[in-house]
């Protein structure tokens, strides 16, 4: 399951890298495309935090994973 995660967290970074290229991004594209690009790279990023957050929830669910909350030091 950390691997899961692990590779998520690596797809959700890919994601907000592929904007900020877009975004910075100059050359014989117009702006308007270059927003569509960069659009598209953002909702793919919101839809993997998204799916990202129901598999964990799933994984709680089936038992996968236990919280285990903070230690408690004295």
């Avoid at 590779?7 to 877009?22: D, G, K, P, R, T």
Wanted: charged share 20%; net charge positive.
């Amino acid at each position: 399951m950390k691997y899961v995660v692990v590779l998520a967290f690596l797809a959700i970074l890919a994601s907000l890298a592929s904007a900020l290229f877009f975004m910075m991004r100059t050359g014989r594209n117009d702006d308007r495309e270059r927003g569509r690009h960069m659009a598209r790279a953002l909702a793919v990023r919101v839809g993997l935090s998204i799916l990202l957050f129901l598999c964990l929830l799933a994984a709680w669910k089936l038992g996968y994973i236990q919280p285990t909350g903070l230690p408690v030091g004295r």
